[in-house]
T-cell receptor
Framework: GQQVQQSPTSLVLQEGENAELQCNFS?????MQWFYQRPGGSLISVFY???GTKQSGRLTSTTVIKERRSSLHISSSQITDSGTYLC???????????FGTGTSLLVDP | EAAVTQSPRNKVAVTGGKVTLSCNQT?????MYWYRQDTGHGLRLIHY???????EKGDIPDGYKASRPSQENFSLILELATPSQTSVYFC?????????????FGPGTRLTVL
């Protein structure tokens, strides 16, 4: 079945440092979404990015379909960026998302 | 702004009891989904729906039923709750389309089965 591998599993940064989160997919994808989640919180969509590069403020997502990978770049990290980042791929059917197990990010002052 | 709401937000149930989790969306999306989130497993799809009257099995449907009586509402039903169904449940909605679409999630329901 479809598998989604996220790396790193966890990451600790000093405020102001940059981070690169990776997501690799075992099969071809039709859609791709990045989520942010605080402990006990809901999933907040950060990017819907099936292909190419998208930027929103300090966040940039790049999806390369042929290489079956997507990345999330966080620049000039802030304490409020702390939380878990999840990537999810949509299948060719487009009806469901398969999730990675997440990257836990902690930004220290 | 997309809006998906869930009720209840927290639920404690007894083993063998019936539990109904409700989801409402005001996005007018055709597709709706139920996921559960567990440590070590991430989020997994239980049931989904393409529109009113339709329900489909996801990756882990055993022990769950779903009901989609209208475009806006999608319920997850545990007829005989078991402790292994203790989890956080998320509902989501998305537009229809074979090309895939963005999904919007509700706040989650924390279910504890004793």
């Amino acid at each position: 079945g479809q598998q989604v591998q996220q790396s790193p599993t966890s990451l600790v940064l000093q405020e102001g440092e940059n981070a690169e989160l990776q997501c690799n997919f075992s099969t071809s994808l039709n859609s791709m979404q990045w989520f942010y989640q605080r402990p006990g919180g809901s999933l907040i969509s950060v990017f819907y990015n099936p292909s190419g590069t998208k930027q929103s403020g300090r966040l940039t997502s790049t999806t390369v379909i042929k290489e079956r990978r997507s990345s999330l770049h966080i620049s000039s990290s802030q304490i409020t960026d702390s939380g878990t980042y999840l990537c999810a791929m949509g299948s060719n059917m487009g009806y469901k998302l398969t999730f990675g197990t997440g990257t836990s990010l902690l930004v220290d002052p | 702004e997309a809006a998906v709401t869930q009720s209840p937000r927290n639920k404690v149930a007894v083993t063998g009891g019936k539990v109904t989790l409700s989801c409402n969306q005001t996005n007018n999306h055709n597709n709706m989904y139920w996921y559960r989130q567990d440590t070590g497993h991430g989020l997994r799809l239980i049931h989904y729906s393409y529109g009113a009257g339709s329900t489909e099995k996801g990756d882990i449907p055993d022990g769950y039923k779903a009901s989609r009586p209208s475009q806006e509402n999608f319920s997850l039903i545990l007829e005989l709750a078991t402790p292994s169904q203790t989890s956080v449940y998320f509902c989501a909605s998305g537009e229809a389309g074979t090309g895939g679409s963005e999904q919007y999630f509700g706040p989650g329901t924390r279910l504890t089965v004793l």
